[in-house]
């Protein structure tokens, strides 16, 4: 039993631990940071050296099974989520797991199943539920500030596909634009881990869209009545690039969410709609969050911490101190991958199965 601090290890100290949630462990009330593991040689111990952690290694199992090591903090691509986190369930250790959980929902009942049997915490980092932000706009909904909820909607679009328009030019110069050559390509490691599916379990919709299901189930309930359907539009890589739901959640409220990363404006907005006002606050941004009665205008102004996974571990650490509760386990987790899987079932032929094995099934 963990009884007067976590003592943490993290594997794969990459970029989301330098700022996000590296140093939410060393700052967290109860909590250390004493190892953390990159397989590339030299990283970790580069990572250690410069924010004063003591171990550091190359190998995960060596960190999983470190006496030293309390709790894992599994900070790799979604490919590598289930594997992991089982292995820490073997060594009897408590998770916390970047968001999304897994790959698709089968990938989160196994994790799920495990830690349940083994009677151990699992956490995932959908930090927004412990952010003063979304707190507060929980808050208000509940409230009943804008009367009777009775809409739910969202919008999103970004020029994301600019930021692999560039290594597409680089991989096919000299050939036509983009052809199944290009295809195959820029399905193999020459993109980003986010739009391969073996890794990412989908495209940018389940590193950022995740987010947002899960903050809308965290503020209005559970989401249930999916119905999704996905395209890719752009044509620069197998993944989806375009996604579109409707949804109601448990308490029969109506809503619907759109997702373009292939757009030419940027937009970015949850509306909570009730018979008395509506609510306005954005997933990434940081605008003041809006409460909107008639002519009556309130602004929510509550900024990001530098660090802004650290409430939520904070939550972690106190959860496991027994001092407290983490809004956001493997059980709500889990619910935010169900209806990814839903949105996306038509676009992957069915979502249950290896589906990152077989792309000759998806569209083209």
């Known amino acids: 039993m963990i009884r007067n601090k976590v003592r943490w290890g993290i594997i794969g100290c990459g970029d989301v631990t330098e700022v996000k949630s590296g140093p939410g462990f060393q700052v967290a009330e109860g909590s250390e940071l004493v190892a953390v593991m990159r397989r590339t040689p030299g990283l970790a111990a580069d990572y250690a050296a410069r924010h004063g952690v003591p171990k550091s290694y190359e190998d995960a199992d060596e960190l999983i099974t470190d006496p030293e090591v309390d709790a894992v903090y599994i900070a790799t691509p979604p490919g590598t989520h289930l594997e992991y986190a089982l292995k820490v369930c073997s060594a009897g250790k408590p998770a916390y797991v970047e968001k999304p959980m897994a790959r698709n929902y089968a990938e989160c009942l196994a994790m799920k199943e495990a830690f349940h049997e083994a009677n151990l915490p699992l956490f995932v980092a959908y930090y927004r539920r412990a952010l003063p932000r979304f707190v507060n706009a929980r808050d208000v909904i509940q409230s009943g500030a804008i009367g009777t909820l009775t809409g739910i909607s969202y919008q999103y679009s970004s020029e994301h596909h600019r930021d692999v328009q560039g290594l597409i030019k680089a991989l096919t110069t000299g050939k036509d634009a983009v052809t199944d050559e290009t295809l195959e390509l820029t399905q193999e490691a020459s993109l980003p881990w986010r739009y391969r599916a073996e890794e990412a379990g989908g495209g940018l919709f389940l590193d950022l ?17 999916i119905h999704g359907v996905a395209s890719n539009i752009s044509g620069h890589y197998r993944v989806e690039d375009t996604v579109a739901l409707s949804f109601r959640n448990e308490h029969n409220v109506v809503g619907t969410a759109q997702w373009n990363f292939t757009a030419s404006r940027r937009a970015d907005e949850i509306l909570f709609t009730g018979d008395k006002g509506y609510f306005t606050i954005s997933t990434f941004g940081h605008e003041p969050a809006r409460l909107v ?12 911490p530098r660090h802004i996974q650290a409430p939520m571990i904070q939550q972690i650490v106190d959860t496991l101190l027994g001092r407290g509760k983490c809004a956001s386990v493997g059980e709500t987790a889990a619910r935010t991958s169900q209806v990814i899987d839903a949105a996306l079932q038509s676009f992957y032929g069915g979502r249950s199965d290896e589906f990152w094995l077989r792309p000759e099934s998806w569209p083209r």
């Open 209 to 225: 869209g995740c987010h947002t299901l899960d903050i809308i189930d965290y503020i209005s309930g559970a989401l249930a009545d």
């Open 293 to 304: 009665l008639g002519e009556q205008v309130t602004e929510y102004d509550l900024p990001n």
